[in-house]
């Protein structure tokens, strides 16, 4: 590669660049704006027992018989005097990023495609579709699944009648966003095993042979996902990424398919 051609990739991933952050900033300002409504609506829905997951599992408690939880409200307090300020600040990014995810994967991609033969360009399309897929929907697992029940079990979690629970706003959104985007990364799982198994790095043998090993190992990655690390959460997080482990297994090709 000769410097001017070094120079011209170093260019393009610099107006790449800049196009992302110019997105993120506009989505950014646009989050900041609808804040107040958005975190009326979304981020402090689960904090209360009208959250479609909390009626959810009352009542298929009481289907089965057992004793609902019942009512639940957990109480938010600002504790540092900037907090409000600085959580809608941080918030605003946040959601920006996961509301700009695919169009920053897709612009990281247009640097990459020109580099990439035809047929490897259709099979970077359909990752690309499906990792969207994967992550909005290990967002909306962490949202709708890991996140409330976190928060209703460690919320109402008592050592002592003499202490009354309270939740800081900064501890909430820590969880909140932490518990949001580390599901949404490792719902990638079954994608990056695709991938591998494409390649012909991996195949379905390894799983079969692995699968003890794996759920010690897929144990230490939901303690190092839960920020709380009670096990309660740890159990809530591992279903779900034991179930990714399952699903990369169906994915990856067996010896016989890969040899046909």
């Known amino acids: 590669m000769t410097d001017s051609g070094f120079w011209d990739h170093v260019e393009a991933l610099r107006a790449v660049l800049v196009r992302i952050a110019v997105l993120l900033g506009v989505l950014a300002v646009a989050a900041f704006i609808a804040m107040p409504t958005i975190f009326d609506s979304v981020v402090m829905a689960p904090t209360t027992s ?19 939880a019942g009512d639940f409200s957990a109480e938010i307090v600002s504790v540092e005097l900037a907090s409000q300020m600085f959580v809608h600040l941080s918030a605003s990014c946040w959601l920006a990023f996961i509301a700009g995810f695919p169009i920053v994967i897709y612009l990281l991609w247009t640097f990459v495609a020109p580099a990439l033969y035809p047929d490897e360009r259709r099979g970077i399309v359909r990752a690309f579709v499906w990792g969207n897929i994967m992550f909005y929907l290990g967002v909306a697992v962490g949202y709708f699944i890991v996140f409330p029940l976190t928060l209703r079990f460690l919320a109402t979690y008592t050592l002592s009648a003499t202490i009354h629970p309270i939740v800081s706003l900064d501890s909430y959104m820590d969880n909140f966003f932490t518990l949001l985007l580390m599901m949404g990364a490792v719902f990638e799982l079954p994608l990056l095993a695709w991938l591998l198994g494409k390649m012909g790095i991996l195949r379905r043998s390894f799983f079969s042979t692995y699968r003890r090993h794996a759920i010690v190992a897929l144990l230490i990655v939901s303690a190092l996902i839960t920020p709380t690390g009670d096990p309660f959460t740890l159990f809530i997080v591992f279903v779900p990424v034991y179930s990714l482990w399952e699903l990369s297994a169906r994915l990856v090709p067996a010896e016989k398919e890969a040899l046909a």
């Open 50 to 68: 009208a959250f479609p997951t909390y009626r959810l599992f009352d009542s298929a408690a009481e289907a089965l018989g057992a004793t609902p």
